[in-house]
């Protein structure tokens, strides 16, 4: 069933590709296009040039000549002022091996001859998400429609306080458990010398005592 509502939108598709016309435009500006495959190409020359009486269009694909004519024109003209120029060719059904390099050029051979060319154009024949596009449209959710673009991924002002907050209150703990251990350190220092001291003055007591008693005892 679903196959079955598939194809006439791919039908429906192709058709308004194969029908559908890509302008490019050759001018003194360099251009990259991209052209579907199957539809059709117009290229416009479109050039300032001088008023002619009788002048030729040449369209390249790269230094391939695929099409020359020659125009006439029969008003007053002036060989000083230039004019705004436009011829097209169309290529229809395009396919792969019309992608590529193109420009043209003007040639004006009444009154006066001169050149005139366009820049290079690179045409790229593409069916990226062409048809992807069209059987399956882009769902857009609710919360991407609501939400600006990068605020999903900012973080809250609040969380920044409590890691700030967090951060702290180990810094003041990394300190007081430091100063207790050097606190600690100390007392067992203080503690350790008294028992020294206390020891010594034993030792020296019970000599005494002992030395009094054979004294008394030679007595």
């Not at 600006?148 to 890691?163: D, H, Q």
């Not at 907050?165 to 007392?187: D, G, P, Q, T, W």
């Amino acid at each position: 069933m679903e196959m079955w509502r598939k194809q006439p939108t791919l039908m429906l598709f192709a058709a308004a590709l194969a029908s559908a016309q890509y302008s490019v435009i050759l001018d003194q500006t360099p251009r990259q296009e991209y052209v579907p495959l199957g539809s059709s190409l117009i290229l416009r020359c479109r050039l300032m040039i001088p008023q002619y009486q009788k002048l030729r269009v040449t369209f390249y694909h790269y230094s391939k000549n695929i099409s020359d004519k020659v125009y006439n024109h029969s008003s007053n003209i002036s060989i000083t002022e230039k004019i705004a120029f436009e011829k097209t060719y169309t290529l229809s059904n395009v396919t792969y091996e019309d992608a590529g390099w193109y420009c043209c050029k003007v040639t004006t051979e009444i009154p006066s001859y001169k050149v005139v060319d366009s820049s290079r154009t690179q045409v790229n024949i593409t069916t990226k998400n062409l048809v992807e596009n069209a059987a399956y449209p882009p769902v857009v959710t609710s919360t991407q429609a609501e939400l600006p673009k990068g605020e999903a991924a900012s973080v809250p002002w609040w969380m920044w306080i409590i890691v700030g907050a967090s951060a702290f209150a180990l810094l003041l703990l990394l300190v007081i458990c430091i100063l207790l251990r050097r606190r600690c350190h100390k007392r067992r220092a203080t503690h350790s010398c008294r028992w020294k001291e206390e020891v010594g003055r034993r030792s020296e007591s019970s000599r005494s005592t002992c030395g009094d008693y054979f004294t008394g005892a030679a007595s």
